[in-house]
């Protein structure tokens, strides 16, 4: 029989074991909470006291070659609002108030957005259910100025909920200028190409915050440094892009085609110092945009194109040692029969040396050179001259024309590929093909990015010239082709209207006829006008090439082309301060009768002091009148182009 102390012990053993199981399971409680889930649930408790939000950089800026800016960055803010923060429908009255006064938002349309305070969600099962609606966009995008009055306007008013998200976008300060080239991210141009470039790091800024979300400014944080893009700096010149689309505004008003290019490289490096077309577009103003204006039309599309074709061809020959600028072939009075195909000239003549053939453009003069330098040489000179393959410039997409295989070509194709008929080409092709004529035969890749700068640390990385193809056999005849081209802008060449006083044009004009498929013949009153070369002939400071699309009033790229070149080369050559090789004359005053004139010495009778180009270490003085090519190491640059980006 239990005593009441053994009762009484009894029931200290039973709350004794109670309490020490009890103890036992909140040690256990306290050990699992604290130590085995101590990081799960110290995150779940951290995303009630702390916030997050993403930092993003600037992009990288592009500027041209003397670091004008071309892309920048602006900030602007994007207005949103939590519609369950917006307590009251007064405050929401004035919310939509202010929305249309200051952003000319519908006031209905404002306050019934605001005043939705749910909406449906989908669920995975199909189900729909209601919840809260948390975010609705009230002004995509704005300036951060009026962004911040709007704030202050709010505050004034005291209306929570609304939201400011600010960041960068693009701006163009130049507007039009060099907007084909530049484009836009999503579209083509260098800006979606070097976007891996200009990209800047994003990072996450991690702070605490009290119930209502507000951020403290005390408490943990961690926040990053972002990183902005790096820039861009390209070979293009702004001055002289500036003065090819003010004179293909000219071409445009004057002759309205359809579409016009002018495209200037160095051809000692292969750095585009300007590329324009017209039709463009403003890349700031987007919503009025015409897609006939967006793409670049000079590097993406080809066209047959003529005669400039034949300097290549020319230059082929002579190079094979064929012919010489003395041999003279039957150019038939102006109309060949060729495989029972006709082909006329436009000055019909009966002997022409090969000299005479370029200077009036002959084309059955051409063709025969063709026939006597065979398929396969011919086939080899113009792919050596870049046809039918990628320039090297960096904007995608980039055309490789139309050049069909050796094994491909028909009966005619001997006689039309000279000639430029049958092939198609881009302006950027004819463009390098000439900057090698101007080089002495060295074909270079296009460049048009110059050198990438790291805006942190001023480190710059320089785009390498690579080493130019030799297309040349004989290097000495290079001389021989470009005095040839020279006399097409010389009294009765076919390209007069190009020749610049005071220097020597070496160039070629094209009048290629366009294909009608419906017809199935070539337009008579349809054509691409173009005119190449370079300038000054013996010592080119660039090459230039110009291409009119259907001109209203004229066809020919004598009359169309060839004057868009003079002015531009000679407003160019001005920019660049490079000396004619002689002075103009320049014309007598106008005298009264009443005025009392002088003796003076005719201008012809006066000796003109000789111009004696200035020593240079890379570049040797030439003897008085002499026209002899010129090597320019690799590595040259040209006159205003620097050796040491880092300097600019």
Known sequence: MLTSNDAVKTRIYLVAFVLGGLFIYVALRL????????????????????????????????????????????????????????????????????????????????????????????????????????????????????????????EINDIPGVYFNHYYKRYYPKNHLLANVLGFIGWRGIEPTSAETTMPETVKEIYEVDRAGLR????????????????????????????????????????????????????????????????????????????????????????????????????????????????????????????????????????????????????????????????????????????????????????????????????????????????????????????????????????????????????????????PVRIYRNPQLANQIVSLMVTVTEPGGTATKAAIEGYDVAGKTGTSRKWQAAEKQYSYNKSFATFAGFVPAHDPAFALVVVVDEAVGSIYGGTVAAPAFREIASRTLKYLDIKPKHEPVAPEPAVSRTTEVKPQPHPRKVAAKPHVPKASPTKPVPEKNAKKFIPIDDSYYRRHYRQNPGNR
Request: net charge positive.
């Open 31 to 154: 050990y699992n909470v604290q130590v085995v889930r101590h990081e799960e649930l110290y995150k779940e408790a951290k995303k009630q006291y702390t916030a997050q939000r993403t930092k993003t950089g600037k992009r990288g800026e592009i500027r041209d070659i003397d670091g004008n800016l071309l892309i920048g960055n602006v900030p602007v803010t994007r207005i949103i609002a939590d519609p369950c923060n917006i307590e009251t429908e007064l405050q929401a009255r004035r919310l939509a108030m202010l929305l249309n006064w200051d952003f000319g938002l519908n006031y209905a349309e404002c306050y019934k957005d605001l005043t939705k305070k749910t909406r449906l969600k989908k669920l995975s099962d199909g189900r729909e259910i209601e919840v809260e609606r948390r975010y609705t966009l009230l002004v995509r995008e704005v300036e951060f100025k009026e962004a911040e009055m709007f704030r202050k306007k709010l």
């Open 216 to 467: 403290l400014h005390y408490g943990d944080g961690r926040q990053e440094e972002v990183r902005d893009g790096e820039h861009i700096y390209l070979t293009v010149s702004e001055p002289i892009q500036s003065i090819l689309e003010e004179e293909l505004d000219k071409v445009m008003e004057k002759w309205k085609p359809k579409t016009a290019y002018a495209i200037m490289a160095d051809p000692r490096t292969g750095n585009i110092m300007a590329i324009a077309q017209r039709p463009t577009f403003n890349p700031n103003n987007r919503q009025k945009m015409d897609s006939n204006s967006w793409r670049l039309k000079a590097i993406e599309d080809t066209f047959e194109p003529g005669s400039v074709m034949k300097p290549m061809v020319v230059a082929g020959a002579l190079d094979f040692g064929l012919v010489t600028p003395q041999t003279k072939f039957d150019c038939e009075n102006g109309v060949w029969i060729y495989k029972n195909r006709s082909m006329r000239d436009t000055h019909p003549e009966k002997m022409l040396s090969v000299a005479n053939i370029i200077k009036h453009s002959s084309n059955i003069g051409t063709a025969k050179i063709g026939l006597q330098l065979g398929e396969k040489r011919l086939d080899h000179i113009l792919r050596s001259f870049g046809f039918g393959q990628n320039t090297g410039i960096p904007v995608k997409p980039e055309t490789r024309g139309q050049y069909l295989p050796l094994n491909k070509w028909d009966g005619l194709s001997i006689t039309r590929f000279p000639i430029g008929y049958g092939v198609g080409v881009s302006p950027v092709q004819i463009l390098r093909a000439y900057c090698a004529l101007a080089d002495g035969g060295n074909l270079r890749k296009l460049r048009l990015i110059d050198h990438v700068e790291d805006p942190e640390t001023g480190k710059i990385i320089v785009s390498p010239i690579e080493p």
